[in-house]
């Protein structure tokens, strides 16, 4: 039986991408294979679960019990498909839970995900080709968007890279996005808006 090691779970709204302001538990897993240089995050410890019913049954405490439709996760890191294997999949659709995952994209994807955002990194191998959003943190330096443009996504966000040039890179990401219309927008709007 998988165990898991998870940073924190909280309920909050989406506040980037396609999902941009749905209400969501976020799953955010310890462990990542990939140090990227604007990650101010420690992934490295968290709290142990013994197994993947534990898990869901801990997601699911923190959906409001007064709308137990409509029920989404989204299980980030870190690196998610670290740990994330079918056991818990199962889990927590039998919770009643669409099931998300924002990965790197360095490790194949398991079947019986929902929605698959795949934000790619520069200099990491890319693994998985296909699902229904690329989401891109831009400019990286030595990645071309272009370059990710004939893989099979049904959307491309560009996201400005936050930090101290995030004025900067939201024009050059606002400018790309009119240059070449199959790459939309993505805003970082909980850290615009303040929302926990």
């Known amino acids: ?91 927590l659709h039998l919770y009643g839970f669409k099931v998300a995952i924002e990965t790197n994209g360095t490790r194949a994807v398991l079947p019986g ?14 693994v998985v080709h296909r699902g229904d959003e690329l989401k891109l943190v831009y400019p990286q330096l030595g990645v071309d968007p272009e370059s990710f443009a004939e893989l099979d996504f049904a959307r491309f966000s560009l996201q400005p890279m936050d930090g101290p040039n995030r004025y900067e890179n939201t024009t050059r990401a606002v400018a790309y996005c009119k240059d070449h219309p199959r790459w939309q927008l993505s805003l970082q709007t909980h850290k615009i808006l303040g929302i926990p």
């Open 113 to 126: 995900i929902d929605w698959v955002c795949v934000s790619p990194k520069a200099g990491a191998p890319l």
């Open 1 to 91: 039986m998988s165990s898991y090691t998870v940073k924190e779970i909280f309920y909050t709204l989406q506040g980037e991408g396609a999902h941009a302001g749905r209400a969501a538990v976020f799953c955010r897993f310890a462990g990542c294979n990939l140090a990227c240089e604007w990650c101010d995050t420690d992934f490295a410890h968290g709290s142990k679960f013994p197994g993947p019913t534990s898990l869901a049954a801990a997601i699911a405490t923190h959906w409001p019990h007064t709308e137990p439709r409509r029920r989404f996760v989204v299980l980030t890191g870190g690196e998610p498909l670290l740990q994330v294997d079918a056991a818990l999949l199962e889990a």
